[in-house]
């Protein structure tokens, strides 16, 4: 923006009696930002701001208290894999005679891994459980699950037109 000389004494006069940057703005038609950017670089003096804090009889404020420096924060658990919480103790069983141990049938285990795009990769389990697996399955060609995932992950939009009917 161009100032006059005009402009100017108008800008030094208002600024003078006191008025915002916004008052003087609308006056001189023109942005409370200009009113400022100029007002800075005429080096005309600064006013306090305009933000009332308190009101009239206010106290000024209470001296703050020092800051205490705080140890570094541990880190947190990670929100998918929460730490485990510790389990109470167990009730002690009273002494009854003792039987054989129950077999172990062996399960087959998946690798919780993905070693590449032929296995269906849908989660089962918890993540937090030693029980978490993926499916294995084999998947769909073009796709990281198996025909029975993929039902489930992959819905149709329907069509809007539908809705309307």
Same mark, same amino acid.
């Given at each position: 923006?161009?100032?006059?000389? @005009?402009? =100017?004494?108008?800008?030094?006069?208002?600024?003078?009696?006191?008025? !915002?940057?916004? @008052? =003087?703005?609308?006056?001189?038609?023109? !942005?409370?930002?200009?009113?400022?950017?100029? %007002?800075?670089?005429?080096?005309?003096?600064?006013?306090? !701001?305009?933000?009332?804090?308190?009101?009239?009889? #206010?106290?000024?404020?209470? /001296?703050?208290?020092?800051?205490?420096?705080?140890?570094?924060?541990?880190?947190?658990?990670? +929100?998918?894999?929460?730490?485990?919480?510790?389990?109470? %103790?167990? %009730?002690?069983? /009273? &002494?009854? /005679?003792?039987?054989?141990?129950?077999?172990?049938?062996?399960?087959?285990?998946?690798?919780?891994?993905? $070693?590449?795009?032929?296995?269906?990769?849908?989660? =089962?389990?918890?993540?937090? $459980?030693?029980?978490?697996?993926?499916?294995?399955? +084999? &998947?769909?060609?073009?796709?990281?699950?198996?025909? @029975?995932?993929?039902? =489930? %992950?992959?819905?149709?939009?329907?069509?809007?037109? @539908?809705? #309307?009917?």
């Amino acid at each position: 923006m161009e100032w006059t000389e @005009e402009q =100017i004494e108008t800008l030094r006069r208002l600024w003078a009696e006191g008025l !915002s940057t916004a @008052e =003087i703005g609308r006056r001189m038609g023109i !942005s409370k930002n200009a009113v400022v950017g100029k %007002a800075h670089r005429l080096h005309l003096p600064a006013r306090p !701001s305009p933000i009332r804090r308190g009101g009239e009889g #206010a106290k000024p404020a209470a /001296p703050r208290p020092p800051r205490r420096t705080l140890r570094p924060a541990m880190p947190r658990p990670s +929100p998918l894999f929460p730490a485990a919480e510790p389990r109470p %103790a167990p %009730a002690p069983v /009273p &002494a009854e /005679p003792r039987r054989a141990p129950a077999p172990v049938v062996p399960m087959p285990r998946v690798e919780p891994l993905r $070693t590449g795009n032929a296995t269906c990769c849908w989660p =089962i389990g918890d993540p937090g $459980t030693p029980g978490f697996r993926f499916c294995g399955a +084999p &998947a769909l060609i073009g796709k990281p699950y198996c025909a @029975e995932h993929a039902a =489930i %992950a992959y819905v149709r939009v329907k069509d809007r037109r @539908e809705d #309307a009917a």
